[in-house]
């Protein structure tokens, strides 16, 4: 749940300032990635854990609200994870992630693997323990099932989780942090040693993709004017995978992404600002 006060000039250190504003949006990169993949039309599971507190309803209604199965969203003893979020009046913030109930998920529960062997693409965030990264990323492998992860928030990889891993989709950020690289084209060469497929999403400059095998995709970004570019990469990565997992090839499924990440970028808000089926076709046509 993401906890959000707005405030004119954010509070140092030992200070305390009054705040104009104070609003709960439900949120977390796996939820809203699960949202955006809903919303453009595929049959969407999401495994995880919630607290027993009432964001955890929060966000279980709210995911089922947009059609995730969220019967493998376990409830767990205690919060659920939240992130404490000042925004200034600059469009500055700042974020404390508490995970709570996420840091419960370090493997997979009864069910999972069956889920996951059924699914046509498993899509992985790292706001759970690597371990039930690892873990999911292995079973999506045994199963032959595509394995897509968002490496946010950045991190250092390890192997066990990166192994398993089919295509990676890093922010230019994320990509710098995994591989050392600011230039994205060298990034992409460097992560593509670590695994078979990168998109390398640019913001408004597009995104960039690359296989082992030599292919080089760039898709500029579609013109549009933004005005939130929260969640642009979460509904660029919901969409691509489900892009993916019915069949599109890589060009096709980057230019639905892509256009599905353009549509939110014009909206406020994450969930509410992610497109529908029906709106990535008509934005396409
Ligand atoms: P966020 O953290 O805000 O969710 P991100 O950093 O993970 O985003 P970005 O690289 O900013 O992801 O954006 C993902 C994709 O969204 C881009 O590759 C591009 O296709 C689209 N996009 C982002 N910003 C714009 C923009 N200003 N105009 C059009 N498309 C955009």
Redesign the pocket.
């Known amino acids: 749940m993401d906890l959000v006060a707005y405030v004119g000039t954010a509070p140092g250190r030992g200070e305390t300032v009054l705040g104009r504003e104070f609003t709960t949006v439900p949120g977390g990169k796996g939820a ?1 990635q699960a949202l955006a993949a809903a919303k453009a039309g595929a049959a969407v599971h999401m495994i995880g854990a919630v607290g027993r507190d009432e964001f955890g309803e929060q966000i279980r209604a709210s995911l089922a609200g947009s059609g995730v199965d969220t019967s493998a969203l376990r409830a767990v003893d205690g919060r659920s994870g939240t992130a404490h979020i000042t925004v200034d009046d600059d469009g500055g913030n700042s974020i404390i992630v508490v995970p709570s109930a996420n840091a419960t998920v370090d493997g997979l529960a009864p069910g999972d693997e069956e889920l996951i062997a059924a699914s046509g693409s498993l899509l992985l965030q790292l706001e759970i323990p690597f371990e039930g990264v690892a873990a999911a990323a292995a079973a999506g492998r045994r199963n032959g099932v595509r394995v897509v992860l ?1 490496p ?1 928030p950045a991190a250092e990889l390890p192997d066990d989780v990166l192994s398993n891993v089919d295509l990676l989709v890093p ?4 990509a710098e942090a995994l591989v050392g690289e600011h230039d994205p084209k060298r990034a992409l060469a460097a992560l593509l040693e670590r695994v078979p497929e990168v998109v390398i ?7 960039l993709y690359g296989s082992r095998g030599g292919e080089v995709v760039e ?1 500029p ?4 004017r ?1 005005v939130d ?9 919901g969409v691509l995978s489900v892009a993916l997992g019915e069949g599109a090839g890589i060009r096709e499924a980057l230019r639905r ?2 256009a599905a ?2 549509l ?2 014009q909206r406020n808000g994450a969930s509410s600002s992610m497109p529908t089926r029906q709106e990535i076709a008509d934005f396409l046509a």
């Open positions: 809203n968002t946010a922010n230019e950020h994320e999403t640019l913001g408004g400059r597009g995104s898709m970004s579609f013109p549009v933004a570019t929260t969640a642009a990469g979460d509904t660029f990565a992404a892509s990440a353009a939110s970028v």
